[in-house]
């Protein structure tokens, strides 16, 4: 895993601009802090920070392969789960490699297939590759997203980078925002929408896109989308393949040339990634697997039962540590350490994000990184089979609002009256794309399209927030984090399979459940989900609310004029009185109060200028 930048622009000697190259390459440290690189050939340059995974020896980069008199570099941020494939059907067409890394392997896939290449790959990426033969460069991003790619296009050029910090790295780019990101962070946020990068004029690669630029037009194609055809298993058989597919992705992830751990939660999702890597372990002749779980100074003391968090972990991850014998880690979070790492966490992920929930993560990555370099997550499994209360509550299932946040009342009541008057419209707008762009098919039934719609809604939203939660907290340590529910033929699979089987005996994640029993203890098999755990210190929410009123009477505050002090000091007196959550099962009153110092942060420490 690493971080990638680049520079194309034929009105520039790129030589005379390695000083901000240098710039750009320092931003991106914390993603790669074991090597780096700069390729300079104009009118394109190239960087790379790199943490060593695979070939640790070989694998430097940029790398450049030629093929006769032609000449190809590439970039590359991810993990490639079909390299030893790729590379034996690479060997029989004639080709040679010289390392065993999996950056050779994708850039002798793009010298042969050219564009087609991405449909070649199975794994975690974004890259770009200089093609001096057809003068141009290729960037392409893996079908899920789990790997992020930002640009910048002006009249002369385009710049890249693995992180929105990198491009504010250049001069071109300048940190203003508009109506537009404005709507993104305060309506939408932490969710963003695919392709917007908040800044003006910047732009992310779309999840399955690729795009070829060749110095004055850039054209982007979709490469992956979801795609309606029917289901023709039977139900038993439907167990098998969910089985086989979920086991035959975690065991393609778990290749690692350094030291690999597993997050374990007690969670459906996480213990069956725990236990496939360690029957894998065990048939391998290997040490027991180790695993870590997260939580914080007196929860036990403090925990409050809900619909979204109805029971705590600490009741189950010691029966699935038992039942694999796992080495197991338990991390403990200082409410304290929680709050000041709110400030690190929007560093991390550019923008305010989830919050105490991406604090949370980046310190428990950290202690992570202290003796691992790869872990393996259970995230999305929720998204793609039905975990979440919504997909099974009929009166947010077809609500015609995004079901992770119904209203945008309690975002309104902590804003200006008169702030954003058009930003209703804009949220409606994008919830309306997302379904009416929902592939059905003419046979589905009324439930099974809206679940294909929730589908939707799920995946290219919500999922894309965590996604991108998991990529910047981990990341930010030099930790890297596979996500094996994200193999795009499991997305695939779980897109086209029927709610009565999705949701097997009435339960959510039902057909995982049925396809997992007998493999693991009954009791995670049959637990309620519970999603990633959160402090219930009353501590931290008094650390929070000390800080916003702070805010509030701050005349520097760049946000103090756009909140309204009535309704954000209503939340800090009547916690209770927020219904539903800002944003997902987790951001209540505190989180709300931390978004808020979160945005504050934000707009001072990248001297943000509204547009």
Not at 79 to 103: A, P, V
Not at 270 to 297: C, F, K, M, Q, W
Not at 382 to 408: C, M, Q
Not at 516 to 523: E, I, V
């Amino acid at each position: 895993m690493c971080g990638i930048a680049g520079w194309y622009d034929k009105s520039l000697n790129m030589r005379e601009t390695e000083d901000i190259l240098c710039e750009m390459s320092v931003s991106m440290k914390r993603r790669g802090p074991d090597d780096s690189g700069i390729f300079i050939e104009n009118p394109v340059s190239l960087i790379h920070r790199r943490l060593a995974v695979i070939d640790v020896e070989n694998g430097k980069q940029p790398m450049t392969k030629d093929i006769g008199e032609d000449s190809y570099t590439i970039v590359y941020n991810g993990e490639l789960y079909n390299t030893s494939e790729l590379r034996e059907e690479l060997k029989d067409k004639g080709y040679n490699f010289k390392t065993s890394s999996d950056t050779e392997v994708v850039l002798t896939s793009y010298i042969h297939w050219g564009k087609d290449c991405v449909y070649k790959l199975n794994g975690i990426f974004a890259f770009a590759v200089w093609d001096r033969k057809n003068n141009c460069l290729f960037l392409a991003r893996d079908r899920i997203g789990v790997k992020p790619l930002f640009f910048y296009k002006y009249n002369t050029g385009l710049i890249f980078a693995s992180e929105v910090k990198t491009l504010l790295k250049n001069p071109l780019v300048s940190p203003h925002i508009n109506e537009q990101g404005l709507c993104e962070l305060f309506l939408i946020g932490p969710g963003r929408t695919l392709g917007q990068g908040i800044y003006k004029g910047v732009g992310e690669l779309l999840p399955g896109e690729y795009a070829i630029y060749d110095g004055k037009s850039m054209m982007r194609e979709r490469y992956f989308t979801l795609k309606a055809h029917e289901h023709e298993s039977d139900t038993l058989t439907s167990i098998k393949e969910v089985r086989e597919l979920l086991i035959d992705s975690i065991e393609r992830q778990l290749v690692s040339d350094v030291p690999l751990c597993c997050f374990l939660s007690g969670g459906l999702d996480s213990s069956i990634i725990s236990y496939v890597a360690a029957e894998h372990n065990r048939r391998n002749g290997l040490d027991p697997v180790d695993t870590y779980s997260v939580d914080y100074t007196d929860n036990n003391k403090y925990f409050q039962k809900s619909l979204f968090q109805p029971t705590p972990d600490s009741e189950f991850i010691g029966t699935m540590v038992d039942y694999i014998g796992s080495k197991h880690h338990s991390v403990t979070i200082n409410n304290y350490d929680l709050f000041k790492a709110l400030t690190d966490a929007v560093d991390a992920r550019d923008f305010p994000g989830m919050v105490d929930v991406d604090s949370s993560l980046l310190l428990f990555c950290g202690k992570m990184k202290e003796d691992f370099t790869v872990g393996l997550s259970g995230e999305c499994a929720d998204e793609l089979f039905g975990g979440y209360p919504w997909y099974h509550n009929k009166e947010i299932l077809f609500d015609d609002n995004f079901p992770w946040a119904r209203s945008l009342d309690i975002r309104r009541s902590i804003l200006r009256k008169d702030f954003l008057p058009r930003g209703d419209e804009y949220v409606r707008q994008r919830y309306l794309d997302t379904c009416n762009n929902t592939e059905k098919l003419k046979s589905d039934s009324r439930l099974e399209a809206r679940m294909r719609e929730m589908f939707s809604l799920n995946f290219h939203w919500f999922m894309q927030t965590l996604l991108d939660r998991k990529d910047r907290m981990s990341m930010y340590n030099g930790f890297e984090v596979r996500v094996p529910f994200c193999d795009y033929r499991v997305v695939d699979y779980a897109f086209n399979l029927p709610w009565s089987m999705k949701a097997l005996n009435g339960r959510e994640k039902g057909i995982v459940r049925a396809a997992f029993r007998g493999l693991l203890p009954d009791s995670i098999i049959d637990r309620k989900k519970s999603p990633y755990p959160k402090t219930h210190n009353p501590l931290y929410f008094e650390l929070c609310a000390n800080k916003v009123r702070e805010i509030l009477t701050d005349s520097t505050s760049p946000i103090r004029d756009i909140l309204d002090p009535a309704g954000v000091e209503s939340i800090i007196q009547n916690p209770e009185q927020i219904s539903s959550p800002w944003y997902g099962q987790l951001m209540r009153a505190p989180q709300i109060l931390a978004y808020i110092i979160q945005l504050d942060y934000w707009f001072r420490k990248n001297a943000v200028s509204i547009v």
